[in-house]
């Protein structure tokens, strides 16, 4: 059987893979709350690579596999956008009032005309409530004495890179379509090309240590998850392949070096 096989109608299981990947994220979190920064989880000391980690990359391959089908289901950018913005956005908004106007008061060491008349704690509703130009992790006088300090809902990290990976796949798709003929083969190149490219900057950028290096591990799960769609027809579901897969990212645990090699390339399918 081949991917497009199961592509299709609601007969799956990305519910249950989301509901383990969240845990996976607040089991890692545990630590950084608890004992203040990410250096305490065991998996980090051993492949720089903890579960919460790995659950973020599936959020981004279950996403780049999803929305790219509803963007190809649609075939129309203000319909795609209207799509996106009810998905997050309505969430997005309310949690963002709940933090700022509930918790925040709840929490601050500061008076309530000090806390409300901090124009840092209407920044942060500002920015979280769309996070399209970043996010930000702290209101005034709120967790200042916790491990990890004057942190509030740092899960919002990954948030303006998913919705930028949104806004670049409607501009290739919206592009292309001004060509009018091939348009859908011609996006299929675009998106593994992208996807080849993105893959070569993580391997680059994670070998040499930059910084910001996990925008490329990011952008390559979510290209990686849009490019099994467009190749949905040709993609065979094999038990042997996800066997070979999951005993090269096995070997890549127990070879610290070779995992950020192995592990890219085996994920999407293993999810799949």
């Not at 910001?212 to 799960?221: A, D, G, Y």
Request: aromatic content about 16%.
């Amino acid at each position: 059987m081949r991917l497009s096989a199961y592509a299709t109608g609601r007969d799956n299981n990305f519910n249950l893979i989301r509901c383990v990947a969240a845990f996976a994220v607040l089991y890692s979190h545990s630590y950084a709350l608890a004992l203040g920064g990410r250096g305490h989880e065991p998996w980090q000391h051993r492949i720089a690579c903890t579960p919460g980690d790995v659950a973020v990359d599936v959020f981004f391959v279950t996403s780049g596999f999803l929305v790219t089908a509803s963007l190809l289901r649609l075939g129309d950018i203000a319909a795609y956008a209207r799509a996106r913005a009810l998905r997050i956005f309505p969430a997005l908004i309310v949690m963002s009032l709940l933090l700022t106007c509930v918790l925040g008061p709840l929490f601050t060491t500061r008076a309530p005309a000090d806390y409300f008349g901090d124009g840092r704690t209407w920044e942060f509703l500002a920015k979280n409530a769309t996070t399209l130009f970043g996010a930000k992790f702290n209101l005034p006088g709120v967790f200042e004495h916790n491990p990890l300090r004057r942190t509030v809902n740092g899960s919002l990290w990954t948030l303006p890179f998913e919705l930028r990976c949104y806004i670049a796949l409607a501009l290739a798709w919206w592009a292309l379509t001004f060509a009018k003929r091939d348009a859908l083969r011609n996006f299929t190149r675009l998106v593994l090309i992208v996807a080849a490219a993105v893959l070569a900057g993580f391997w680059w950028s994670h070998g040499i240590g930059l910084p910001h290096w996990p925008v490329f591990r990011l952008s390559w799960f979510f290209f990686c998850g849009a490019a099994f769609w467009v190749l949905r027809d040709r993609v065979p579901m094999r038990e042997w392949i996800a066997a070979a897969l999951a005993c090269a990212v096995a070997i890549g645990v127990a070879v610290p070096s070779l995992f950020f090699v192995v592990y890219p390339v085996a994920l999407a399918y293993l999810v799949l």
